[in-house]
């Protein structure tokens, strides 16, 4: 695998657990997301947190291949 892959896998993973740690943190600490008079549904985070994480473990999976 080249360098530059292994680059966008290490970015991409770590993009995506960041965004699995918001979603966590969100569940946890009942932090509300208000969008102007929309406001996302905590469901919206128990379907995020799983799905981002697993992105994230595919993709350092894939590096370290």
């Keep these: 695998m080249s360098t530059s892959h292994r680059v966008y ?6 993009i995506f657990f960041l965004v699995a740690m918001l979603h966590l943190f969100r569940l946890v600490f ?9 406001i996302a549904p905590y469901w919206a985070s128990y379907v995020g947190f799983p799905g981002a994480l697993g992105y994230c473990v595919w993709a ?6």
């Design 60 to 65: 350092y999976w894939l590096c370290r291949k």
């Design 9 to 14: 896998l290490v970015l991409s993973g770590s």
């Design 30 to 38: 009942h932090w509300p997301i208000v969008l102007g008079p929309w």
